[in-house]
């Protein structure tokens, strides 16, 4: 099956820096999905991004499909970004997603 | 609030009862998936619903699990004869299958003592 990998798995930041979050894919992919779990567990959504870019406030997200990666920008990090930021891609077609292991991010302030 | 809302929130049972979670999912939407999730790990797929229809099933969900959308709304999660290896945070999401996209409910965590 289809296989995501996440990078760097821990982030340490000081509040104010830029971060940038990588998902590599093993297959080609027409959905992508970018997820913040908070301190309570839940998946907040925060980008469908099959393809190109987009930008919500501080954060932005890029996927090249052609190359099977999608980044997620953070810029001006504040401590409630903090969490695990997961990516998530269809293992085939339109068939459920399988996620990443995440990345942790702590921002201290 | 017109989220995906699950039920109980937290479940703390002994090993060898049944427990049995619920997920209301956003009202539109056909899709409905049940994941797994561990600690330090990413959720797993369990299965999924396209209205009443269970469509794919993971190798993970043992014979002890059993899934139900009867009427095509709210499903049930069904774990019978609890280990402790169950302990983990089931999580409910629902899409509109046509566009893809993912909703997740705030998760049912579960421990079995």
């Known amino acids: 099956g289809i296989q995501v990998e996440q990078s760097p798995p821990d982030l340490i930041l000081q509040e104010g820096a830029n971060s940038t979050l990588r998902c590599n894919f093993s297959?080609?992919?027409?959905?992508l999905q970018w997820f913040h779990q908070n301190p309570w567990g839940q998946l907040i959504n925060l980008f469908y991004i099959p393809s190109g870019t987009k930008q919500n406030g501080r954060l932005s997200a890029t996927t090249v499909a052609t190359e099977r990666y999608s980044l997620l920008y953070i810029s001006s990090s504040q401590t409630t970004d903090s969490g695990v930021y997961f990516c998530a891609v269809p293992a085939s077609g339109n068939t459920p997603l399988v996620f990443g292991k995440g990345t942790r991010l702590s921002v201290i302030a | 609030d017109t989220g995906v809302s699950q039920d109980p929130r937290h479940k703390i049972t002994k090993r060898g009862q049944n427990v049995t979670f619920r997920c209301d999912p956003i009202?539109?939407?056909?899709?409905l998936y049940w994941y797994r999730q561990t600690l330090g790990q990413g959720p797993e797929f369990l299965t999924y619903?396209?209205?009443?229809?269970?469509?794919?099933k993971s190798r993970l969900l043992s014979d002890r699990f059993s899934a139900e959308r009867p009427k095509g709304s709210f499903s049930t999660l069904e774990i019978q004869r609890t280990e402790q290896g169950d302990s983990a945070m089931y999580l409910c999401?629902?899409?509109?299958?046509?566009?893809?996209?993912?909703?997740f409910g705030e998760g049912s965590r579960l421990t079995v003592l």
């Open positions: 999401a629902s899409s509109d299958g046509h566009a893809g996209e993912l909703f």
């Open positions: 009202s539109e939407h056909n899709r």
């Open positions: 297959d080609s992919v027409n959905n």
């Open positions: 619903f396209q209205n009443e229809a269970q469509l794919e």
